[in-house]
């Protein structure tokens, strides 16, 4: 069975950076696409950035140019670079994990999930 940990949330004021790692255990880490998804109170879960088996990314449009989405396979660990935080970056981040090598943002696709790691933006 899966199992992500996802770790490194804090409060940041706005115009700082932060690193979310999620370790992963009980999956072939090296070929699952991998996710970062975001859940602000009273909105529903977003995806935020994709990695793909294969290291190729994608990212929603609120985040491009601000979040880097990698992962070392050597250590099972996926992370999320967040640059420029803003308020509106202030939610609960989960990492999650599928079984195919494609990229997608899509919550639904995903079968494993991380428990959630708080990241607050003060303005």
């Known amino acids: 069975q899966g199992q992500l940990v996802a770790s490194g949330g804090v409060f940041v004021q706005a115009g700082g950076s932060l690193r979310l790692s999620c370790t992963v255990s009980?999956?072939?880490?090296?070929?699952?696409?991998m996710g970062w998804f975001r859940q602000a109170p009273g909105k529903e879960r977003e995806g935020v950035a994709a990695?793909?088996?294969?290291?190729?990314?994608m990212y929603a449009d609120s985040v491009k140019g601000r979040f880097t989405i990698s992962k070392d396979n050597a250590k099972n660990t996926l992370y999320l670079q967040m640059d420029n935080l803003q308020p509106e970056d202030t939610a609960t981040y989960y990492c999650?994990?599928?079984?195919?090598?494609?990229?997608?943002?899509?919550?639904?696709?995903?079968?494993?999930w991380g428990q959630g790691t708080q990241v607050t933006v003060s303005s």
């Open positions: 999650a994990a599928r079984p195919f090598p494609q990229l997608t943002l899509d919550r639904d696709r995903y079968n494993y």
């Open positions: 009980g999956l072939p880490f090296e070929d699952y696409a």
């Open positions: 990695i793909s088996s294969e290291s190729t990314t």
